[in-house]
């Protein structure tokens, strides 16, 4: 071992393989994750955690194996990647054997493959890098990450509004900044689609934690002082507070409840688009179970769309198992099904994604209740056949539909098989994840035909 490693595998690794939420952001950043570390105590007031008897303070480095789990104190000398300089267009496919070898495969993986392969990807940055990898468009642009930073405040507004005035104004200083990021990512990603999903989370997600604004306004009060804007923000906290929130106001209902918030995000994809030479826009609807919401926001979108000379699709995620099993009434007011795998996953399942995989799947994966994490892999029997219904019934209601998915499934190697199969058009991952979908889609289409002539 180098020194001042932390033997810290076992501890630092994920227990019974489990992936969280937070490994799929980190792998969309193409960051290094380690997941399950139960045993490490994390003082955030100090700065510091402890771990195996090592305390590892705000500003030490560290080397972290996601692989392995592995977790060392200090820097670890690393070379860079050839095939990810190769992807990156550094490296000459040539100029390596390895890499020849990778651009070998790939290139047959996609003379053969069925499915085309689009990227999850929020800004300029991560979509020009996905194309360079290979990408053929955006299958999800989540503009939720567009609210955070220093637009939170925009968006403190726009909740804290009390009439349709400050609504309206809030809104019309979030519409320019939506503009921009749209238009970039339509450069990106110029004569290929973009799927762009409207506004998903509920909106308390972007104000300050309840338990905390109580301490602060608590605190300001005892003292004599004027919380001023805290007091505001906490009442819209708690007034806005459910018990589920991921079953709660979000998505459809979010545009549905609050006047205008959809309609601005459409007015920017369509104002950036018309500015774009080849841009090629779709909206998403997320969180639709009824074809009476999908209308009510399609009719919405195709009024502002009208004003411009720009051809959108307007589809919509099936993400509820309700949308599933209704998909051939959906089907006719969508130009396109978009499967939220993830969401499907958790509701199918009833389990929360964000709390179950540490409370119990390792004892679930240890019993053999289930051989990997529905949410690491498909589960075929169920949600899956929840998303062939959803084909089948859709395809049958509008042969015209296309059909792609956006959850994390879509870079996983056993569940692309299982999208070629039921016959969806593309699959959807992170950057990083995108070779690995263009060689499991070409595989797949291989394996369908039972051989290959070459």
């Keep these: 071992d180098l020194p001042g490693m932390i033997a810290a595998q076992g501890i630092l690794t994920s227990r019974g393989g489990k992936t969280s939420h937070a490994a799929v952001v980190a792998r969309g950043m193409g960051k290094t994750c380690v997941c399950g570390a139960d045993e490490l ?14 305390v590892v303070s705000e500003g030490d480095v560290i080397s972290i194996d996601g692989t392995t789990g592995r977790v060392y104190l200090g820097e670890v000398p690393v070379q860079p990647s050839p095939v990810v300089q190769y992807f990156e267009g550094t490296l000459d496919p040539q100029a390596d054997p390895l890499v020849s070898a990778v ?11 069925r499915l085309r392969v689009r990227t999850n990807a929020d800004t300029g940055e991560d979509a020009a890098r996905a194309r360079r990898f290979g990408a053929q468009g955006i299958g999800l642009c989540r503009t939720e990450h567009m609210f955070l930073g220093e637009r939170r405040a925009l968006v403190e507004r726009l909740i804290l509004a009390r009439t349709a005035e400050q609504r309206d104004a809030a809104l019309a200083e979030l519409l320019p900044l939506q503009r921009a990021d749209f238009t970039e990512l339509f450069r990106a990603m110029a004569g290929l689609p973009v799927t762009v999903r409207l506004i998903d989370p509920p909106l308390h997600e972007f104000l300050p934690p309840l338990e905390d604004l109580a301490v ?32 709660g106001l979000r998505g459809v209902r979010l545009g549905l409840v609050i006047p205008g918030l959809f309609a601005m995000q459409v007015r920017a994809i369509v104002e950036a688009a018309a500015a774009v030479p080849g841009a090629q826009p779709e909206i998403m609807v997320p969180l639709v179970g ?14 502002i769309i ?7 699709k307007i589809g919509t995620m ?15 007011a969508a130009d396109f099904f978009s499967f939220g795998t993830n969401d499907l996953t958790q509701m199918g399942w009833g389990f929360s994604r964000d709390d179950v995989e540490g409370a119990f799947f390792w004892r679930y994966l240890e019993l053999g209740i289930f051989g990997v994490s529905p949410f690491e892999s498909i589960d075929r029997d169920g949600v899956g056949r929840l998303v062939r219904i959803a084909v089948d019934e859709g395809r049958a209601a509008r042969p015209e539909l296309h059909f792609g998915v956006c959850g994390e499934h879509g ?29 499991e889609a070409g595989r797949a289409a291989i394996e369908s035909t039972g051989s290959d002539s070459r």
């Design 41 to 54: 105590d994390v003082n955030v007031h100090k700065g510091q955690f402890n771990v195996n008897g090592h």
């Design 103 to 113: 651009h070998r495969i790939l290139t047959h993986a996609d003379e053969r493959r």
């Design 216 to 247: 602060k306004v608590a605190v300001a009060e005892e003292r004599g002082e004027d919380p001023g804007r805290d007091k505001d923000l906490l009442d819209a906290v708690r007034r806005m507070h459910e018990e589920n929130p991921m079953l």
């Design 290 to 303: 009824a074809v009476q919401e999908l209308e009510t926001i399609r009719a919405e979108a195709e009024k």
């Design 306 to 312: 009208g004003e411009f000379d720009v051809d959108v």
């Design 318 to 332: 099936i993400e509820v198992p309700r949308a599933a099993l209704t998909a051939g009434d959906i089907a006719q």
């Design 411 to 439: 870079g996983d190697p056993d569940s692309v098989h299982f999208f070629h199969e039921v016959g969806l058009d593309y699959v959807s991952c992170s950057p990083f994840r995108v070779p690995v979908a263009r060689l």
